[in-house]
Each structure stands twice: as C-alpha cells, then as structure tokens.
C-alpha cells in the first residue's frame, strides 16, 4: 500500500479516521481520533495531521466546521491495505456458505440464488450474481401449466442451467396441445442452439410443412420467441438479492433515489454484462468505489465483487455485494472471496 509519504504518525491517524467512518457512517473529528489512537498528541496535532491527510488527497470535509470523511482515493488506499492481509471469514459464515453449495438437486439457477440470498443476509448488504448468457446445446424443452391461461416455457441446458419463462396462452388451449407443441420444438433442438433452432420452427411454420394445427403453432412460436428476441439470449443474467438491506442503512430521501437508479441501471443486460467483463478482466476479489466505475457513479455505493469458475478455469460468472462506502471491507472482502471460491468448487465437480 502507498503511503503518499506521509509519516507513521499520519497514516495511524487515517487509519482510525477511515475506521471511524466505516463503523458509523459519519464524518469523523479530531477527538474522536484522540481517543483510537494510542499516541500523546493534542487535539491541535490531529487536526494538522488531518490536514495534511487532505492535502494528499485522501480526506476531505463535507461541510464547513465538520469532520473529515475518505475521499474514494483514501477509500481505495485503506482497502488495498486490507487486501494485503486476507482475513479469513467466521466458522459460522464459512458453514452457511457451504450449506448452501452443498445443495443437491438443484439448478444452477437455483444455486445461485439460494447462495446470492445467502451473502446479502451474512453481510447486511445487497448481494448480486453476474452470469453471461450459456452458450452450451439445448437438452430439453417443455411447456408446463399453471393456470387456465398461463405456463412456463422451461428450457435445459447441456449444462445443468434451467431458464424458465412465463407466457400467456391463448384461449381453449389443451393439455394435449401443450404436449404436442414441446414434443415439436424438442425435436427441433437436437443438436442445435437456440437461436438456429428458432429460425428452423419459423421457417416451417411459415411454410406450413410443420404437422400442427394453428393454436398449437402459436404457443410454440411464442416460447421459443422469448428466448430468440434479445431478451432471454443475448447479455447476462443478473440475480440481485437483499436490496432492504442496502435501503435500510441510507437515510437521506436523495440517496434512496440514486440508489434505486443504480438498481435499475444494473438490471439492464448491457450493463450487467459490462460490470461481468470488467470482474473478469482481474484474478481474485475487486472493490469499485464509486465514481472508479460510472454505472456507481453519484450514487455513494461501493461493489465488492469476485469471479467464479467452472471446471475448465474458464469464468462463467461472477457474485457480491452491493453496500454503501462505508460498508464492513475487512468483512465483506473475504466473505466475497470465499463464496466465489465455494461456488467454482461446486461448478468444477
């Protein structure tokens, strides 16, 4: 870690300033630090050491006659220190995390959500899950019903992953109708991607070469559409978990706002996928402190987040935490870290 030259005597005060702020949130004065360190300074000595601390870029003052606060430089150098040291998690964290991955039976999709519900309840945050679109052949395709006008389009992969869809259906549709239309497209799949498989079902519907009357061709246009549109294909899945956790630990009415954007902002694809691409581009745990990525920007939050691999090494995903700057780093990074690891142990059987 940098120290900026600054003398042992300032880099302990900023570490007890930068502590200070983490607990509680809030701008941190000179006697408060006075009484976390263990040095015979005055009040007056602090506070010059402060000052300096601002001069170097690593503190700042929100308001006249406040304390001081990190700014996100001081911020990223407090937690690189961290990052150093890799802490371990608690024996009781480490045991809820293996629990769940330890789960059988279960989809990808499942383990991804029970373990992303998991993270947000263990670091009181807003936990997320990146996954890339799966590229891996179609298994298995049915339609399932779950009321007089309604079913899941349920799509397996080679993989293990299970997309499901909900679609609406038009009136007077069968049992036998629902049956005769995933036999179809299940003989459509063989061997081939969504995508392919999509052109060929619309090339013989269109053609009408396909043995199905036309109530029966609208469903399966329909569920098969939902995967070749944009919207079920292409980008990344983002599962976020927790979100009231964030929420309860911001008072201001404008942060509350900023933060709802950021969710909104995170659940576009492009931009799920955008934050995957720049998790995958390091090895281990990453922190973005606000403005150091734009889609954080002005929103007072900071990602901590770690890949996870598949069998091959290769990064299929990503997961962690969203909180606000001030959240629990020497926690949450290690927690992140291993979860990330628990997950690819899982992935790589």
Known sequence: MSDKGLTPRAVEIFHALVGAYIDGGQPVGSKTV???????????SIRSNMSDLEDAGLLFA????????PTETGL?????????????ISDQERSSIDGECA???ISISELLNKTSKTLSGLSRCASLV???????????FEFVPIGD?????????????VENRLIDLPTGVTQSALVRAGNYVNACL??????????????????HRAELDELTAGIVEQGVGLWSDGKGGDGAALIMRGQSNLLDDVNAAGQLELIRGLFDTLEASENALRLLDATSEGNGVQIFIGAENKLFANTGCSLVIAPYRHSDTAIVGAIGVVGPRHMNY?????????????????LGR
Not at 190 to 205: N, P, T
């Open 34 to 44: 006075a009484n976390l360190i263990d040095l015979d300074l005055s009040p007056a």
């Open 62 to 69: 929100p308001h006249t006659s406040a304390g001081r606060i």
């Open 76 to 88: 990223r150098m407090f937690v690189d220190g961290l990052m150093e040291f890799n802490p371990n």
């Open 103 to 105: 789960a059988r039976g």
């Open 130 to 140: 990146l996954s890339p679109a799966s590229s891996a052949e179609l298994q298995h």
């Open 149 to 161: 006008q309604r079913a899941l389009a349920v799509l397996v992969r080679s993989d293990g992953q």
């Open 190 to 207: 063989l061997g081939r991607d969504m995508d392919s498989a999509a052109s060929l079902i619309r090339k013989e519907i269109s053609e």
């Open 330 to 346: 020497a926690r949450i990074i290690p927690m992140v870290d291993y979860t990330s690891k628990a997950l690819a142990r899982v």
